[in-house]
């Protein structure tokens, strides 16, 4: 007989027809009239309830199928007598495929988030990981959807590279060679003539570089890909190996990119809105009863568009009127995570997209501000940088519009001393057929986080890396 | 004025209108009375056709407009009186972002694809190669809509991996250890406590395990990623970064699987000849004329699903009616290309699934036929490995039901003298509510070849990494 998913099974209203579910035991409750099974498979957080009467089974068997068993059960479609449920099916055959030993690690609810980090590989079974497993999946899928209906191609950037793209923090070396036999040059230095690829070679921090590349040739692309940083950082917000989304647009200037940069989050959260209800409502009971209001409330606001020097201004007022922060604010100053967040949830109570900030404290490769920037741009000092700021997490999305120049960004690389020989490649987008065009990065677990209420970004990813960290 | 992308562009009717495109000049022919710059900007294989009277314009401007340039042009859509174009554009103002040196490498038509691999950053203006990255995101696009639509959840595998998954060819090592200074223990081997993880790190080649963690949780799961292999093969087929597809689903078996397995790369192809259709007859007309034609072949055919004994029988009547192959083919022996060619393109003309294979040359954790496999197993000496043979590129797809026996399962991995310490939380899911499930892994590149028509694998990616290349 065909196994019916349970997400279809509690669907189903044609009572008296016989249906099979497969799946794992959440929890077995045992009388002498009656058995209930709560089963999952996975495919909803909701369980479906078998119901068993215990006279027509094996009770030796009926005893070993604990939580965490996972058995198929074919029965009656039948219409619930319990609260909360509309389907049960009461049950005339049992199939256990798998029994679960009392230890079983995730036997008991309620466990700690760190001690589940422990079994990473079975905390997928449960409602909380499952939830946010499945929100990942539509996370995802409402980004390519996204980005198809609105004509830009996936392109994938590499992984191993041999230049440091923004020279953003440490990375970790790729390497096939023989470190027992390490060859060195005559001043001492390792060859890497004899590596895999011929040099030194690195994962990737970033792919905008080579999605610049792509977009000056099919117009509009993104990547969405694993990046690499190999900061010591064991914080709640750093992962080693995480999931980057870098939209790159040409011909696109920067109310263009704002205007994408807010319609592509509403879309992602409108999504999670339609198609995760169920695990949404789950979070927003168990995990961040204030969940599912700010996910709407991000939907219901026009984002601000916040001028760099404009923010400063609020910053300083709030001080003059005895707002205390920890860290100073003139400008020029990068914002401290306390700045942005009296921006977005005291002054304005809403998403802020703040640009035009000094050239210094942002990439040698956005565009300069001249006469004509306006949005509060400084001729020559600010770059057309917009940082998307969210409520609780703070910059949700980085983005620019790129320094199309030759000229302008050729000096900024020899200003910043970037070697332009890992380069040449890059700067031939601005020498040949050189265009207008931008495009920025998120952070895909910072979504998950936002979106789910999670607290720690190795809760969002199934398998994270971290210092010391790379189990599974 | 709004742009409009020259896929629209070329779609509209409103003859009179005033319309703006911007992109790159593929060629500029001039005359006396009127220059005819045919314009792409990525979003389709197709220029549109800007016709420029050269006395309303500054002639050394227009001059300086080559091949390669950027430039906006704004104007009155008009019906094309030119051969195989029906709309183009009589220019009224025309704006130059980017001019373009005749040193561009793309400056001539027809050059090598040898020689453009060179400039993988600017092949991607070519028409051969915008149409090929088209029809890659195309398939991206086509997988996850297939997996989203049957319920399987997208799974992000780790990519740096401790373990060495299927022993599959060697691998790259990830490290941030200061390879000048290199802490050794006493018995002379290399300290890893100081590396990033706290132990020895390597690329993953293979989402499949980590993917079975996910199926036995989330019911249905698909990896879609990079994967490596750092061996050092030089050919069209092997790249040393590449993107695998691997779903992994709970509760099937062998007939659940071969029809996944079939109705899956049906409907990629089926999105590909709905989707691309411009860019495939471009590729049908200059790089593979059988193309299309191919492509609809394997939509009307059912796969034949062949036993592996059956397959060897075949061969081997071939061979006593004087068929000659390099390669022997006794029962045991994997076959070679030849071999599969010969079944695929030969005998039954259409796409093969060849299954139960002998166990000896699969891997570890294929299930192992019994007495009531059926399918032509032969108890205890087979498994239920699926390879799906497609003509001309050979195995598209490899697949298999997994071995869910704990003891099965741990015996084969002694006898291959797997390292079990790496495996505790692989055979965690055979210990705690084991499950009959199976997946399959597809090479996308391998996938965009067969599309394409391309014949080299670093044709269908962006920036190949190959022995010794590792470029942009």
């Not at 909701?46 to 215990?54: E, F, R, S, W």
């Not at 950037?157 to 990375?171: F, L, R």
């Not at 302008?408 to 031939?428: G, S, V």
């Not at 979504?447 to 890396?465: A, E, K, S, W, Y």
Request: aromatic letters at 12%; glycine letters at 8%.
């Amino acid at each position: 007989m065909k196994r019916t998913k349970v997400v279809d099974a509690l669907k189903l209203t044609d009572f008296g027809s016989t249906v099979n579910v497969k799946g794992w035991v959440r929890t077995h409750r045992s009388s002498k009239a009656v058995d209930f099974i709560a089963l999952n498979d996975g495919s909803t957080i909701k369980n479906i309830q078998v119901v068993v009467d215990p006279s027509k089974f094996d009770a030796e068997m009926l005893k070993q199928i604990t939580t965490g068993s996972c058995i198929s059960a074919t029965g009656v479609l039948v219409e619930s007598q319990g609260a909360g449920q509309t389907v049960e099916i009461q049950c005339e055959s049992l199939e256990v495929y798998g029994l679960c030993g009392s230890d079983y690690p995730m036997q008991k609810k309620g466990q700690s988030f760190e001690y589940m980090r422990q079994y990473a590989h079975m905390r997928l079974r449960t409602n909380t990981f499952g939830a946010v497993m499945r929100i990942r999946h539509n996370m995802a899928m409402a980004i390519h959807t996204y980005f198809h209906e609105h004509g830009f191609f996936y392109f994938h950037s590499p992984i191993i590279t041999a230049s440091d793209c923004e020279g953003a923090g440490q990375m970790f070396q790729v390497t096939t060679k023989n470190l027992y036999d390490l060859k060195k040059d005559e001043d001492g230095k390792i060859k890497y003539d004899d590596d895999f690829f011929g040099k030194q070679t690195s994962l990737t921090v970033s792919g905008q570089l080579e999605g610049e590349l792509g977009a000056t040739a099919l117009g509009a692309i993104y990547t969405f890909g694993p990046t690499f940083r190999a900061e010591n950082s064991n914080t709640p917000r750093h992962l080693a190996e995480f999931w980057m989304v870098e939209p790159e647009v040409a011909f696109i200037d920067l109310t263009d990119l704002m205007d994408l940069e807010e319609d592509f989050i509403k879309y992602c959260i409108r999504w999670a809105l339609e198609h995760c209800q169920d695990d949404l409502e789950f979070l927003n009971k168990m995990i961040d009863k204030g969940l599912i209001e700010r996910l709407k409330g991000i939907l219901e606001s026009d984002f601000v568009r916040l001028p760099y020097t404009e923010g400063i201004k609020i910053l300083q007022d709030a001080i003059a009127k005895g707002r205390k922060f920890e860290f100073p604010c003139e400008w020029g100053d990068d914002l401290a995570s306390e700045h942005e967040r009296y921006l977005v949830e005291e002054y304005f109570k809403k998403p802020v997209i703040m640009t035009n900030y000094p050239k210094a404290i942002k990439a040698f490769y956005m565009k300069i501000d001249d006469e004509e920037s306006g949005f509060g741009g400084k001729s020559g000092q600010t770059v057309q940088g917009t940082d998307v700021l969210f409520p609780q997490i703070g910059e949700i999305i980085g983005g620019s519009v790129r320094e199309e120049s030759l000229e302008k960004l050729t000096a900024e690389i020899n200003e910043r001393h970037i070697p332009m020989k890992d380069m040449w490649w890059y700067l031939d987008t601005r020498k040949y057929g050189t265009c207008p065009h931008g495009g920025f990065g998120l952070g895909f677990e910072r979504l998950i986080l936002f979106v789910t209420g999670m607290q720690n970004i190795r809760d969002v990813i199934p398998f994270p890396r971290t210092p010391k960290t790379a189990e599974f």
